[in-house]
């Protein structure tokens, strides 16, 4: 079946930091989106991408859909403490409701 | 307004017992979904529901697991009899209809389940 590359699987940065994550694919997505999973939660929607090329920003959240459609990046700038958790990447392909998931990376945050 | 709400959050059972996990979609939400998450498979789809019609359970790892939707307000995944492997958190999800461009789904807490 179809998979998502993530990375990276991990990170620890200081508070203040700049964060940088991806997803890759071998196949094609219509659709992109970014999830946030902290200990003892279900995942929480952080941003939703339509159109390839797309660049998007929640707060210090800015994500963008690869003009390829194959690959969609996540950036935190100024991380601070809270932004702690596993951050998911999501894929839909065409008309499916069906999403296929990144296996995550963890972010730490060191105050 | 109220999320999607899944008991027991946590579930602790002896191995060849029938577990029954429970989901409370979002109203108004047509599309439900079951998820299983692991350390080694991470998010795994298992089976889902349009208007509590059964659309896809290619996920569903094998007979013991079943999942029903009697009304649009709820929703079981049953495992009988449940094995060690079983073990993990089982996540529900629903997510609006068609009506322009696509909705996402929301995620419950989960139910952490422990086989013993």
């Known amino acids: 079946g179809q998979q998502l590359n993530q990375s990276p699987q991990s990170m620890f940065i200081q508070e203040g930091e700049d964060v940088s994550m991806n997803c890759t694919s071998s196949?094609?997505?219509?659709?992109w989106l970014w999830y946030k999973q902290e200990p003892g939660e279900g995942p929480v929607l952080l941003i939703a991408l339509y159109k390839a090329g797309e660049l998007t920003s929640n707060g210090r959240l800015t994500a963008q859909f690869g003009i390829t459609r194959k690959d969609s990046f996540l950036n935190i700038s100024a991380s601070i403490p809270s932004d702690v958790g596993i951050y998911f990447c999501a894929g839909r392909q065409g008309g499916s409701e069906k999403l296929v998931f990144g296996k995550g990376t963890k972010l730490t945050v060191n105050p | 307004d109220a999320g999607v709400i899944q008991s027991p959050r946590h579930e602790v059972t002896e191995m060849g017992q029938e577990v029954t996990l429970r989901c409370k979609p979002i109203?108004?939400?047509?599309?439900l979904f079951w998820y299983r998450q692991t350390m080694m498979r991470g998010l795994e789809l298992l089976i889902y529901f349009n208007n509590n019609v059964p659309i896809d359970d290619s996920g569903m790892p094998e007979d013991r697991f079943s999942a029903k939707m009697p009304n649009a307000s709820f929703s079981t995944l049953k495992i009988q009899p449940s094995e060690p492997r079983d073990s993990a958190v089982y996540f529900c999800?629903?997510?609006?209809?068609?009506?322009?461009?696509?909705?996402?789904?929301?995620f419950g807490d989960g139910t952490r389940l422990s086989i013993l």
């Open positions: 109203s108004g939400h047509d599309y």
């Open positions: 196949s094609i997505f219509n659709t």
């Open positions: 999800a629903s997510k609006p209809g068609r009506g322009g461009s696509y909705q996402p789904q929301h």
